[in-house]
């Protein structure tokens, strides 16, 4: 095995994980999310040796891949035939850490896709606004503008939700 080929096989198996999180969280579908980390993976090898920064190429690439799969139209795209995985949500957990993700999530699967890919880039990912500009190949300000429209978004909805939980609990 050559260095180049080990190089890489412990990029990936340092980043595999988080960049399928990353994956998910821009497109709301694991097998999506898996196809959107191999794709970028893939392309991220033949450029293995060209690239400085793998890591910002590899997050670049999974976010466009994921955005590009959500914009795919619905008769292009592969559909799951197995009932081993539904996309349906779990039912309230009594842990208040999964219910609050589960909110989260479905709070951002509400957003239009490259909202939720600022939203996910900056806040989970932990980047600035000008890498994030970077990584979605933007203007800072369409980033800023993002961002503050994504949070609005998601203080309406879940507010909307806090609101509708306690009127029930009343």
């Known amino acids: ?5 080990a190089g890489f096989r412990e990029f990936v198996a340092a980043r595999m994980e988080p960049l399928r999180g990353l994956a998910y969280l821009t497109c709301g579908d694991w097998q999506v999310a898996e196809d959107a980390v191999l794709s970028a ?14 890591e910002a190429y590899a997050r670049t690439a ?5 955005i590009d799969e959500t914009r795919r139209p619905w008769w292009r795209r592969e559909q799951a035939r197995s ?7 779990l039912p309230d957990d009594a842990t208040g850490a999964v219910d609050e993700r589960l909110r ?5 699967d509400g957003l239009p896709a490259r909202q ?6 900056r806040f989970l990912e932990g980047l600035s ?10 203007p800072e300000g369409t980033v800023k503008v993002y961002t503050s429209r994504g949070l609005d978004a998601l203080r309406q909805i879940l507010g909307h939700e806090l609101e509708a939980r306690h009127e029930a609990a009343v």
């Open 1 to 5: 095995m050559s260095d180049r080929e």
């Open 41 to 54: 993976l893939a392309k991220l090898y033949v450029k293995w040796n060209r690239v400085d920064n793998p």
């Open 62 to 66: 999974v976010v466009r891949a994921a």
């Open 83 to 89: 009932h081993a995985m539904p996309d349906s949500a």
């Open 104 to 108: 989260l999530r479905q709070a951002l």
């Open 116 to 121: 939720r890919a600022v939203l996910v880039l």
């Open 129 to 138: 606004v000008q890498q994030t500009a970077a990584a979605l190949k933007c």
